[in-house]
């Protein structure tokens, strides 16, 4: 594996991780009233095109770190719409 590919690896962990508190803390309170739907919804839709340009480009590190992130994003989409 290349340094640049690594390099991805690491960025895409830290920004996708950055997600978990916010995902665990929205879960538990059951609450998402600072969050912005519209947010969420446009976040969702870039990080979306994003995993499908990293599966166009085969870009392992992009794949990843979009795939895990648009799931995590979906959940507080989730709680948001249930919650709100």
Known sequence: MDSITIVGFIAGTLTTVAYIPQVIRSWRLKE????SLSM??????GVFLWFVYGVWTNALPI???????LVLILVLLGIKLRYR
């Open 63 to 69: 794949i990843a770190a979009n795939g895990i992130s």
């Open 40 to 45: 969420l919804v446009l976040y969702a839709v």
């Open 32 to 35: 998402t009233k600072d969050i």
